[in-house]
């Protein structure tokens, strides 16, 4: 399995007014700036299991983690997901 490259998930400007979505194997991800009012901002990544969309899957399935929104944040992300991708595709091929 391609392991994600913080490179991968494109610079932080691009989250000032867009968000962000890719795949690791088994595992489909949705990341966003979020900010609450008077809170510092957050990168919050939203990730659940292929193959469908955010739409078509139960919000029961999918699971939400947040970083820092900082260079820093983003490379503690991209390990996160790495992770977690890794923790899907064991679950993935144990169910098979």
Same mark, same amino acid.
């Given at each position: 399995?391609? @392991?994600?490259?913080? +490179? %991968?998930?494109?610079?932080?400007? $691009? !989250? &000032? +007014?867009?968000?962000?979505?890719?795949?690791?194997?088994?595992? /489909? !991800?949705?990341?966003? @700036?979020? =900010?609450? &009012?008077?809170?510092?901002?957050?990168?919050? #990544? *939203? !990730?659940?299991?292929?193959?469908?969309?955010?739409?078509?899957?139960?919000?029961? +399935? +999918?699971? *939400?983690?947040? &970083? #820092? !929104?900082?260079? =820093?944040?983003?490379? %503690?992300?991209?390990?996160?997901?790495? *992770?977690? #991708?890794?923790? $899907? /595709?064991?679950?993935?091929?144990?169910?098979?």
């Amino acid at each position: 399995m391609k @392991k994600l490259l913080r +490179k %991968d998930l494109l610079s932080m400007g $691009f !989250y &000032e +007014k867009s968000r962000f979505t890719g795949s690791i194997g088994q595992m /489909n !991800y949705i990341l966003e @700036k979020s =900010q609450k &009012e008077g809170e510092a901002p957050l990168l919050l #990544a *939203t !990730y659940f299991p292929g193959p469908f969309s955010s739409e078509n899957t139960p919000d029961e +399935k +999918k699971e *939400t983690h947040t &970083e #820092a !929104y900082s260079e =820093q944040g983003f490379l %503690d992300m991209t390990d996160f997901l790495n *992770t977690e #991708a890794e923790r $899907f /595709n064991e679950e993935s091929f144990e169910q098979l």
